[in-house]
């Protein structure tokens, strides 16, 4: 067996990040192969018939469509180091705008999906393997797989139905109330930290009020999945030799169960959550568009209904490198709380 | 002569299976006196493991436990689970077989001797504790610089020498060693065997010592019982046991042994029983050299011979032989009516 | 590899004489719902009457649905009303354009089964055979194959399709093929992974050493031994990617990527128009639709994971048998005579015959017995 150093830790580490560069290069090859196998130039499919032939084929020399495929594989490649992904076709914005404005909402929505997610389905997993194969634990389970198997916009739909139509409790579509969303000034484009920057509790109790059930309806999508992973991973580690030593030591049920079973069985569970990110990006698609919540998602559906190629492929290669990012943060998390994580 | 520690009588486990109960411990008995070690010695499968679980009351769900396991004038078989719990660590220690997977990774060893003293002596400073702890683990040879290590940061003998410090921190009178040396190499094994040799004269523990190995019981344990089936076919001293063996099932394990002057293989013909469903009678008769009619025929009564006990007719008594039960039963008859 | 739950004697294991492919597939299929029990039986059974349950309504959907899925006016030529609530000529009411919500509900089941049947047939065509590739061939292509389908995977899954079923609807338009293909190009790299690992793992197997050295040819090999080992492990995969796919498909029509409704009935795109009658309480255009996904997908889901309970080992719930333990018997009793205390007077002991202990040992193996073929 091997003995680790402090310095493995950050061996680990490094090559972790070194291993992440070739990663993000095959994603953004995967993503410029797929937009290029479309027919047409991105030009003409967004504006044919729009423009005169003379002024697309300006557009088109702009935007560099004339030259050849290597050459802007290496314009794509080289500006999105420098954070440059092209201009929009169709309302000539730069690609980065869209996530100044627009990434706030959505970042509001999916944290705090996840928050209610990991308050939700964590516990409930804990439980359901603690009592498993029990009446609880069978209920528990069929939640799981009912928030599973009801699509967010499905549920989106019921909430907005009963909470908002039938009890009017809360509202059901957009950030905040027109009138609201005008009065606060943008300054980081995230709405509640604006309101509360302009000290405007009103409009930031209004902003909640509008956030609880589009996070509500993503949360629940997410805590049925986390709920199934905790319940499996508590199992196992329940079974685990080390929980049947520690029993043998006489060590209270209380203890074993919480000391040992539980913290053992959430390490896997933070490996996994890194996967989680994807499944929480593409619900907050759906969830925007449920909610009409002005985030990434409906600015994808939006320049995607209007066939702009570059917007698209802008949206889609920041929306990559947010998941490679995530699992990387998430296996940099993972190593610090778990001692064997080796090399 | 001093009370026995620990006194098992008529102890069965069961567990379910699909076709049936399967008798892993099926009526066993036997007393361990203070200081005293007594090797378990029998095929893999004969139920040694299971029967040292039962004996902690350890065992998985929907195993049935029946029996006694008198200590301290108690019966752990009808013991609450709470109060078995409160014994295991001060009065009652297991060793296991894998030392690799048997410590929790994510804590450290302190953490784990804490757990443990603090579970048992709540009242335990801090600094008493680390005092204890740190005495265990130099008396098994990991220096006390180690304390604060993880798990994973041992080798593999060095972890079993943990596993038996934490089993032995709180100084219970009787340990189970499940084959504690079997995952190990030679000399880590002369090692973990001068240990527990160590701990009984020290502290005078129990010990049972589980093992396939009939070289360490040789050498650390002062009985042996040799188990077939879910019983134990004969104990007695290791010396007599092992000059003389009455059961030919012990004979027959005592020739297949390796040494060094071991000319050739020997092993014992026909496979282990099925704990389903046994032979009937004697559970060694399909297997047995010296098989008699009488022997698949009426369970074997216990007979004392010598200094051991043993379960086998050709020790008698010979009233309960029935007429012409001595004859040597004749093997094919057997085989085709088993399977009719 | 995982084999199913091990002891249980019976037909399913012991070959009988003149049996055909037809009846050991039969047996194949029946055997993880006869060694299931408790929740998984629950889970197995009920998962499987709805999907059966689905399956049905999608093959009789022409018998089943009271209209055709864009049908707009009754045989009379009079058009049906918009939002007409759920009454006795629409029992599930209509929708915006007048289209019969029932009717639509019955026919989306035909479209959901098609195009999930048509993305698992091409992700495991594609899948097994890229895997069964990279895991046989190695070196470079092994390595490019993962790197590409590692990528694959770390991509959103719907946001994946979308793209993919953006692209395809350029040259295909949107139909259920599109919308199929869209949907393979998120589970090939799953089935990549399965098949590639336990080729690999298979490969290092001495059987497949020992049918080398026997001489049998390379394809022989990678068939005959790969493919039997491989197949095992994907009912559970394809039975929960079945489920995703549906959510999946599902997501596309909402967004409205999906299947065009003028060509058939689509759940998602149906909601999509159902999110903007909420806000007038017409309940029914989003209601009936949103059920058939979520009974559909929670079928699937209780049938995946009821096969993943009594498939693998990891997870498989030991069943608890209740035993009856009887009486020792006398003659297995240690007399306490003999435990140690030697200068016990001897006792007199009652004398059973060991044949007479067997048979009273009988019942109580019996009853257990029972209890195991139930």
């Excluded at chain 2, 940061?153 to 189970?176: D, W």
């Excluded at chain 2, 000059?243 to 026909?270: D, F």
């Amino acid at each position: 067996m091997s003995t680790r150093t402090a310095g493995s830790l950050r061996t680990y580490l490094i090559t972790r990040v070194v291993l992440f560069v070739p990663q993000v290069l095959v994603i953004l090859t995967i993503v410029f192969v797929l937009m290029r196998v479309a027919p047409g130039d991105p030009v003409t499919v967004a504006l044919g018939g729009q423009r005169s032939p003379e002024q697309l084929a300006q557009l088109r020399a702009a935007a560099g469509y004339d030259r050849s495929i290597f050459v802007q594989y290496w314009e794509y490649i080289s500006g999105i180091v420098r954070f440059d992904l092209g201009t929009t076709i169709v309302d000539s914005r730069p690609v980065t705008q869209i996530f100044k404005v627009n990434g706030g909402a959505t970042l509001t929505l999916t944290s705090s999906a996840l928050v209610i997610a990991l308050l939700i389905g964590v516990p409930l997993g804990l439980i359901a393997g603690r009592v498993r194969d029990t009446g609880l634990d069978a209920g528990l389970r069929v939640f799981g797989i009912l928030t599973y198997a009801a699509p967010v916009f499905f549920l989106g739909l019921i909430f907005q139905l009963v909470f908002a139509r039938n009890l009017g409790w809360l509202p059901s579509s957009s950030q905040a109330s027109p009138l609201v969303l005008a009065r606060v000034p943008s300054e980081t484009n995230i709405f509640l930290v604006d309101a509360l920057l302009a000290g405007d509790s009103a409009a930031f109790w209004n902003g909640v009020q509008h956030l609880i059930l589009p996070a509500l309806t993503l949360g629940l999508l997410l805590s049925g999945v986390f709920m199934r992973i905790v319940r499996i991973n508590l199992i196992q580690t329940l079974r685990s030799d080390y929980v049947e030593a520690a029993r043998a030591r006489g060590v209270s049920e209380g203890n074993v169960v919480i000391r040992h079973a539980f913290r053992n069985a959430l390490v896997p569970f933070v490996t996994i959550l890194g996967l989680q990110v994807a499944l929480l990006l593409g619900g907050a698609i759906l969830t925007e568009q449920t909610f009409n919540w002005n985030g990434i998602g409906s600015q994808l559906v939006r320049y995607l209904d209007s066939r702009d190629y570059v917007a698209v492929q802008g949206i889609i290669t920041l929306v990559a490198l947010a998941v490679v990012t995530a699992s990387l943060l998430i296996d940099i998390i993972n190593a610090i709380i778990d001692p064997r994580v080796r090399y | 002569m001093t009370e026995p520690v620990i006194s098992v009588r008529d102890l069965r486990v069961w567990y379910g299976s699909e076709r049936g109960p399967v008798r892993a411990v099926d009526g066993v008995t036997f007393d361990l006196r203070p200081g005293e070690t007594l090797g378990l010695v029998g095929e893999s499968g004969c139920g040694k493991s299971t029967l040292g679980r039962g004996v902690l009351g350890l065992l998985p769900r929907g195993a049935k436990l029946a029996g006694e396991v008198n200590y301290e004038g108690r019966n752990l078989v009808t013991a609450s689970p709470k109060a078995i719990q409160r014994l295991r660590g001060p009065d009652l220690g297991l060793i296991f077989q894998e030392p690799l997977t048997r410590l929790n990774p994510l804590l450290r060893i302190s953490d784990q001797f804490e757990e443990t003293l603090r579970t048992h002596e709540p009242g335990l400073s801090k600094q008493d504790i680390r005092h204890r702890s740190i005495e265990v683990l130099r008396a098994m040879g990991i220096p006390p610089t180690r304390y604060r290590a993880y798990p994973h940061e041992f080798s593999g003998g060095m972890r079993q020498r943990i596993m038996i410090a934490l089993a032995l921190v709180l100084r219970p009178s009787f340990v189970v060693a499940d084959e504690p040396t079997t995952a190990l190499d030679v000399l880590v094994e002369a090692q973990i065997i001068g240990i527990l040799g160590d701990l009984r004269r020290n502290f005078d523990t129990s010990l049972l010592f589980i093992t396939h190995n009939l070289g360490i019981v040789a050498e650390a344990c002062d009985r042996v019982a040799v188990m077939y089936a879910g019983r134990i076919v004969e104990q007695g001293p290791v010396t007599e046991v092992f000059a003389r063996p009455q059961h030919p099932y012990t004979r027959e394990l005592l020739r297949s042994t390796i040494s060094l002057s071991t000319t050739g293989l020997h092993y014992i013909p026909g496979a282990p029983p099925d704990l389903i469903e046994p032979p009937s009678g004697c559970r060694f008769h399909p297997r047995c050299p010296s098989a008699m009619r009488v022997c698949p025929e009426q369970f074997p009564e216990q007979v004392e011979v010598g200094p051991q006990r043993v379960e086998c007719w050709l020790h008698g008594p010979d009233e309960l032989v029935p007429e012409g039960g001595r004859e040597p039963l004749v093997r094919e008859e057997i085989t085709v009516a088993d399977e009719a | 590899m995982a084999t199913v739950t091990q002891p249980m004697p019976g037909p399913g294991r012991t070959p009988v004489k003149g049996s055909t492919r037809v009846v050991r597939l039969l047996r194949g299929i029946a055997r993880p719902y006869r060694n299931s029990h408790g929740v998984g039986r629950f889970m197995l059974v009920t998962g499987t009457v709805l999907v059966v349950l689905m399956l049905l309504t999608a093959v009789f959907a022409p018998l089943i649905a009271t209209f055709g899925f864009s049908q707009v006016a009754g045989a009379d030529g009079q058009r049906f009303m918009n939002h007409a609530e759920p009454g006795a000529e629409h029992i599930f009411g209509t929708t915006t354009q007048g289209f019969d919500v029932f009717s639509r509900v019955v026919w989306g089941a035909r479209t959901a089964v098609t195009v999930v049947l048509l993305a698992l047939a091409f992700s495991l065509f594609l899948g097994v055979l890229l895997g069964l590739i990279a895991g046989f061939v190695g070196r470079w292509v092994d390595r490019v194959l993962v790197m590409v389908m590692d990528a694959l995977f770390a991509l959103p899954a719907l946001l994946l399709a979308i793209v993919v079923a953006f692209l395809l609807s350029e040259y295909v338009g949107g139909g259920a093929s599109t919308a199929a293909l869209a949907i393979t190009a998120v589970y090939v790299p799953q089935y990549f992974r399965v098949v590639r690992a336990a080729t690999v793992s298979a490969k290092e197997q001495t059987y497949v050493e020992a049918a080398r050295a026997m001489g049998a040819r390379p394809a022989t090999i990678m068939f005959r031994y790969l493919l039997t080992n491989v197949i095992q492990s994907v009912p559970v995969i394809a039975t929960l990617n079945a489920a995703d796919a549906i959510l999946t498909l599902a997501g596309l029509g909402f967004l409205g990527y999906g299947i065009q409704p003028t060509e058939a009935a689509e759940w998602g795109y149906d909601l999509q128009r159902a999110v903007s009658d909420t806000g007038a309480g017409i309940w029914w255009t989003g209601l009936y639709p949103g059920l058939a996904i979520v009974l559909l997908v929670m079928g699937l889901t209780l049938m995946g994971e009821g096969l993943n309970e009594t498939m693998n080992p990891a997870i498989r719930v030991r069943r608890l048998i209740p035993i009856s333990m009887p009486e020792l018997t006398a003659a297995q009793r240690t007399k306490a005579a003999q435990v140690p205390e030697r200068d016990r007077p001897g006792q007199d002991r009652p004398v059973d015959t060991g044949g007479e202990d067997r048979n009273s040992r009988e019942p109580g193996s019996g009853e257990t017995g029972k209890g195991g073929a139930a």
